[in-house]
Every structure is written in structure tokens, then in C-alpha cells.
């Protein structure tokens, strides 16, 4: 079946930098739609970035664009978010999530991706 065990959260101070790895099985991220999300406490879950499975076009919030990058490593069947220049409202959990997605990975809901990982807490604070 799909799972994705996402890993790399941690303690970091702003300005720093932090590269979260999603290791995927069951399925093939070159084809699925993935994207990274976050939910900080008290706030709903919001879209950071993702990656359409049509044309692999990556998307980025306002809020990190030019400060994370997501890629996927097809071979070994992972996602990256690397995150650069982070800030105390990055801090969140972040989870990574795959579907099979016809359209751009920016129209759909978070509650349309169907595959989740368990999160992984990234703390932004001096």
C-alpha cells in the first residue's frame, strides 16, 4: 500500500536551514502529484509546495518562494523540501502527501491528496 515516512524536522534559528526527506513505497512519486504541507498550532493545514504529476511544474506559497525548493529523486523514490532562510512562522508540522491528480497540484484541496505521512515537527526560534 502507499506510505510516506517524512524525516529531517528539527530545532533551528532563524535564518537556517533544514532539508525534510519524504521516502515513498507502494507507488512511483514520478507519477503522483506530491506536496508538502504544514499546520501550525491553532491554524489549518496549508499547501507549502507541490509537484503536478502531469507536468512535474512545481508550485510554492507566497510566503517561502525564493526560501524552499522541492524536488524528487525518482531512483531512490524520495521527496525533498529544502528549506533555506527560515523564519519563526515556518514553524509548523510538515507532512508530505501524494495523489494521483489529473490537474495542476495548486487547484486541489489538501483533503483531495488521499496518501499522508505522520508529519515532522520544524521548530524556528533563537
Known amino acids: 500500500q502507499v506510505q510516506l515516512v517524512e524525516s529531517g524536522g528539527g530545532l533551528v534559528q532563524p535564518g537556517g536551514s533544514l532539508r525534510l526527506s519524504c521516502a515513498a513505497s507502494?507507488?512511483?512519486?514520478?507519477?503522483?502529484?506530491i506536496g508538502w504541507f504544514r499546520q501550525a498550532p491553532g491554524k489549518e493545514r496549508e499547501r507549502v509546495s507541490c509537484?503536478?504529476?502531469?507536468?512535474?511544474?512545481?508550485f510554492y506559497t507566497d510566503s517561502v518562494k525564493g526560501r524552499f525548493t522541492v524536488s524528487t529523486d525518482n531512483a531512490k523514490n524520495m521527496v525533498y523540501l529544502q528549506m533555506n532562510d527560515l523564519k519563526p512562522d515556518d514553524t509548523a508540522v510538515y507532512y508530505c502527501?501524494?495523489?494521483?491528480?489529473?490537474?495542476?497540484?495548486?487547484?486541489?484541496?489538501?483533503?483531495?491528496?488521499?496518501?499522508w505521512g505522520q508529519g515532522t515537527q520544524v521548530t524556528v526560534s533563537s
Open positions: 509537484i503536478s504529476a502531469s507536468d512535474r511544474r512545481t
Open positions: 502527501a501524494a495523489e494521483r491528480l489529473a490537474l495542476s497540484c495548486n487547484l486541489y484541496r489538501p483533503d483531495e491528496f488521499g496518501n
Open positions: 507502494g507507488f512511483s512519486v514520478a507519477y503522483y502529484a
